[in-house]
């Protein structure tokens, strides 16, 4: 019944609360002003003050004074969730590209934000900014401290592939009106310190071999760039995490291996994914100098994955890192959709990587 009910969010006005609405408008009003809008995530310009992206728990927002505010949304298919004041969220399933009106608000100034919910590997999605009517102030977005940044590299366990989901057998409109990053692991533990936090996480793939061998471009692969088309290397000017929490092997080794693939024992995939996984974080170390890198991995794959992340993670601290750490991450019921984690599974990730942070006491420190 969940899942329907929020199917239906994007025909229809939605409430959050005794005043708050997102209704879809046809006309600008006269005079509008434009507000300022901070985009968190790889994103790149599209003309009219449109950003395209496609990594996923990408988020907007903007701050003013006044009892409504606009948004535009571009081309693409996408799962929104629009907060005010970081009241209850609004959810727009498939929202039609155009004009979306936020309100009305009581007075006084406001925090308006748009969150991508939804995984877009089939291609990337458009937003258009934020508008107001005549008379509405524009007040500066403040921009949290490059000290509270966290970043997740990883897989369908990092997206929150139909976390909301609460039975095992899904059908490809079920996982994708049940994924949220905004309920899981990501928005948690960001939560939790304040802090912004960018998801560069894709389902299916892996470290050197993707979900049940498929050819798609492997996670090191995509990560470089800004859309997963590769034209453009993503600049992540300001981007400074101090935290970056990585969980990759699910699909390197939850499958058989097939004739035809580079590997033609398990042990020569352990080697490879080893060396190559050391080698990708080792490049975020090398980006990223004063970064906690948390490797966290699950016991799936008969202990498969949770083994050979540890085993990299050795390899780089009886190399002289000091910085990385593993974190086996234990009694996850896997209940949603196709065995993934649900949200209590996101709950008990987030506090496995949290006790890690909270361990080493320096982690927010300026000058660590």
């Known amino acids: 019944m969940k899942r329907v009910w929020l199917a239906l969010l994007g025909a229809a006005t939605v409430a959050a609360g005794p005043t708050v609405r997102v209704e879809r408008v046809d006309v600008v009003p006269t005079g509008a002003v434009a507000l300022p809008m901070r985009v968190v995530g790889r994103a790149e310009p599209a003309g009219d003050r449109m950003v395209r992206r496609q990594w996923p728990g990408s988020y907007v927002e903007t701050r003013f004074r006044g009892p409504q505010a606009l948004f535009r949304v571009g081309a693409g298919e996408v799962s929104l969730r629009v907060t005010v004041d970081a009241g209850v969220p609004v959810a727009l399933v498939r929202p039609a590209p155009g004009l979306y009106r936020v309100g009305p608000l009581a007075p006084g100034a406001h925090h308006l934000r748009v969150q991508v919910a939804s995984e877009s590997q089939a291609g990337a999605t458009a937003f258009g900014g934020f508008l107001a009517p005549p008379g509405t102030r524009a007040l500066p977005v403040p921009v949290p401290s490059t000290a509270r940044q966290i970043e997740f590299i990883g897989d369908s366990h990092t997206v929150g592939y139909a976390n909301r989901s609460d039975k095992a057998e899904c059908t490809s409109a079920e996982v994708w009106d049940t994924t949220d990053t905004t309920q899981g692991l990501p928005d948690v533990l960001a939560r939790r310190y304040r802090a912004d936090y960018r998801v560069n996480a894709i389902s299916g793939r892996g470290v050197v071999r993707n979900y049940d061998g498929n050819t798609w471009d492997t996670l090191p692969t995509a990560y470089p760039f800004t859309l997963f088309d590769k034209a453009r290397r993503a600049s992540d000017a300001g981007w400074h995490p101090r935290v970056i929490v990585v969980a990759l092997g699910t699909n390197d080794f939850s499958t058989a291996l097939h004739p035809g693939e580079p590997w033609a024992t398990r042990a020569a995939l352990h080697d490879d994914f080893e060396r190559r996984y050391a080698a990708f974080l080792s490049g975020l170390r090398a980006t990223h100098p004063r970064a906690l890198i948390i490797v966290w991995a699950t016991g799936i794959a008969r202990g498969e994955v949770a083994t050979e992340a540890r085993a990299t993670v050795t ?22 959709c196709h065995g993934h984690p649900d949200l209590n599974d996101d709950a008990k990730i987030a506090a496995a990587v949290a006790a890690q942070i909270d361990a080493r006491g320096d982690v927010w420190v300026d000058g660590k």
Do not use: I, K, S, Y
Request: proline share 0%; hydrophobic share 45%; charged share 25%.
């Open 315 to 336: 390899r780089l601290q009886r190399a002289g890192e000091r910085r990385t750490v593993f974190v086996a991450v234990n009694g996850l019921g896997f209940r949603a």
